[in-house]
């Protein structure tokens, strides 16, 4: 079988109160810097020229085209083009945001497990729906297309997390494969802007993900944005921000909230890429007999929209915090179709770490 990437999942219902940010923030905390590991790049255009390429009917033909996967390496090995970080570099900061009064209605008690929840759902309406979005972004053969991104907690307060094929084509081709004028809506559904919307400035992807597509570790991206001309910077209007924790060698989390705009599902046919969906589990080692793969899986059936959507653990009362980002699932290698509701994130670790570090130096 053969690994296609994608977009997939959103914000577990019965977690929504678990995943409430505090009011309190922190600044981010992280060993080494790894600025030798990680590509970057910046828009050439201002924000008002982004913003004015993103007519209606560019934003109506992006949704009709979400993120493709990027080509698969022939094998495992990481080519000699890129180099790994240190193992032992690691990067943590805890959420930043609001204090809700009360839980949204549904939403579980400390008392009460988190149900698993493989089938997404639609992420009911709350102040913390708008902490994911939508992504709009050219391709760099110029067609638009979107994946979806989450507000990450950063010392500029401005930075989004996805998923490295939703930045660069992972094909070496340098320069060339970056995606560009980058277009962000918080919390965005059926169309809307609820607050908004930024556009980005700076976009950062591991050099193994933009020389060779390494699905395993280094599928992940953060891209600065430029601050809004009326609301400020993205933590001042959304009021929240989801934290991060990037270590090496761990798979298992429980609970885990996915989320995201899908397209497409496995053994769906009702998804539309307009509405913020949700899956939640307990993440499992997606390949425990190879001790060099550390990749994240969980049961959700999410698919193409949903690229670049968190997986969000909680770390702590009130500290959701980012451990995975939805990257790509199993197909059939001759029909190519999906063939369960595995969705996998590449490990962050090393890689992950060396990207948040670099976002958080502008």
Known sequence: ??????????????????????????EPVATGLGTAFVDD????????????????????????????????????????????PPQNLAASAPAQGFNA?????????????????????????????????KLFFFLPDGTPSHCSAAS???????????AGHCVHLGDGSGDAGWMKHFLYVPGSRNGSEPLGSWTGAHRFAPTAWTQDGDHDEADMAAI????????????????????????ENRTDYAPVATMGYPMQGY?????????????????TDASPLNPFDDRIKLDCDMGQGSSGGPFAIQAGPNDPRIVGTNSHYDADKDTRQRVSDDLFSSEHGSH???????ANGV
């Open 152 to 162: 990450i907690t950063s010392a500029n307060e401005n930075t989004i997390w996805t």
């Open 267 to 283: 053994k769906r046919a009702d998804l539309d890429g307009m509405r913020q969906m949700y899956c939640m589990g307990n993440t």
């Open 1 to 26: 079988m053969r690994l296609l990437r994608f977009a997939a999942a959103t914000a577990a219902a019965s977690v929504l109160a678990l995943l409430i940010p505090t009011t309190a923030t922190a």
């Open 101 to 133: 009064r009360t839980p949204p209605t549904g939403a579980s008690t400390a008392a009460e497990p988190p149900p698993t929840i493989p089938v997404s759902q639609e992420t009911p309406a709350a102040p913390q729906d708008k902490v994911v979005g």
């Open 224 to 247: 600065v944005l430029n601050s809004h001309a009326n609301h400020g910077t993205l933590v001042d209007a959304v009021g929240v921000a989801f934290g991060y924790l990037f270590t």
């Open 41 to 84: 790049q910046k828009d050439e255009l201002s924000d008002k020229e982004i913003r004015a390429l993103w007519t209606s009917a560019r934003v109506e033909e992006a949704l009709r085209n979400p993120a493709k996967p990027a080509a698969m390496r022939p094998d495992p090995v990481r080519s000699v083009r890129s180099m790994a």
């Open 352 to 358: 992950a770490a060396a990207v948040i570090n670099m």
